[in-house]
């Protein structure tokens, strides 16, 4: 799982990263500008950030990613403040925690977040007509049989269903699968959907995977 984490000023932030080391692999992100860059991309599972940041405030960080993104989002205050807290969850935060931080507690919130998150998938299945996904089991089913998706083109599979209905551009795709600091060509992702495309063909399913000239592709349900 990846996880970005938008540092501020808050104490409560650097022991909130201590704990997402075990959660997941965690990228930090120094201020507001640069962590609504990196949160808009859909590359990471899991936002957490400081109530406190620097470039651009939280309220505006917030606003401005759900927007963009239905990334899950979790802000970390050092204060215990009930109107804020309100503010902030209307907003589009999935979680306000503030100071003292309790580890075990702290886990649970988190995977409270990622479970709702999750609900995107029914236990963790996707279901569309006669196809199936399973995150878990990472198996992908039509008519009950399984259709082998191999390594970067099941994680290619799963992105677009996890954000089905919404553009996502080449390098979305890219910086998720392959990582920001891969050496590996952009045009790379050309190549994994063309193949996902065909295999999808063979079952009639294919008309779901749509190309947006110019910007992206699309996991169109209402294809």
Same mark, same amino acid.
């Given at each position: 799982?990846?996880?970005?984490?938008?540092?501020g000023g808050?104490?409560?932030?650097?022991?909130?990263?201590?704990?997402?080391?075990?959660?997941?692999?965690?990228?930090?992100?120094?201020?507001?500008?640069?962590?609504?860059?990196? #949160?808009?991309?859909?590359?990471?599972?899991?936002?957490?950030?400081?109530?406190?940041?620097?470039?651009?405030?939280?309220?505006?960080?917030?606003?401005?990613?759900?927007?963009?993104?239905?990334?899950?989002?979790? /802000? /970390?205050?050092?204060?215990?403040?009930?109107?804020?807290?309100?503010?902030?969850?209307?907003?589009?935060?999935?979680?306000?925690?503030?100071?003292?931080?309790?580890?075990?507690? $702290?886990? #649970?919130?988190?995977?409270?977040?990622?479970?709702? #998150?999750?609900?995107?998938?029914? !236990?963790? /299945?996707?279901?569309?007509? !006669?196809?199936?996904?399973?995150?878990?089991?990472?198996?992908? $089913?039509?008519?009950?049989?399984?259709?082998?998706?191999?390594?970067?083109?099941?994680?290619?599979?799963?992105?677009?269903?996890?954000?089905?209905?919404?553009?996502?551009n080449k390098?979305?795709?890219?910086?998720?699968?392959?990582?920001?600091?891969?050496?590996?060509?952009?045009?790379?992702?050309?190549?994994?959907v063309s193949?996902?495309?065909?295999?999808?063909?063979?079952?009639?399913?294919?008309?779901?995977?749509?190309?947006?000239?110019?910007?992206?592709?699309?996991?169109?349900?209402?294809?």
């Amino acid at each position: 799982m990846k996880i970005l984490i938008c540092k501020g000023g808050s104490e409560s932030c650097d022991k909130m990263i201590s704990v997402m080391k075990d959660v997941g692999e965690c990228y930090i992100s120094e201020d507001g500008e640069d962590a609504l860059f990196r #949160a808009s991309s859909n590359v990471y599972d899991l936002v957490v950030a400081d109530i406190k940041l620097t470039k651009m405030n939280c309220i505006e960080f917030i606003t401005q990613l759900r927007k963009r993104s239905n990334v899950p989002l979790i /802000v /970390v205050s050092d204060m215990d403040n009930s109107e804020l807290a309100a503010d902030i969850l209307e907003l589009g935060a999935d979680e306000y925690l503030h100071a003292p931080i309790n580890i075990r507690e $702290t886990k #649970a919130r988190i995977d409270s977040v990622l479970r709702r #998150a999750n609900n995107l998938f029914k !236990n963790s /299945v996707y279901e569309l007509k !006669n196809m199936k996904l399973d995150v878990k089991t990472k198996m992908f $089913t039509v008519d009950g049989k399984y259709v082998k998706l191999s390594g970067k083109m099941y994680d290619i599979m799963e992105y677009f269903i996890r954000n089905r209905n919404i553009v996502v551009n080449k390098e979305q795709l890219y910086n998720y699968v392959w990582g920001e600091d891969c050496n590996t060509v952009l045009s790379v992702t050309e190549v994994y959907v063309s193949n996902l495309r065909k295999i999808l063909k063979n079952y009639h399913a294919d008309k779901y995977l749509q190309t947006i000239k110019n910007v992206g592709y699309i996991w169109n349900e209402n294809a």
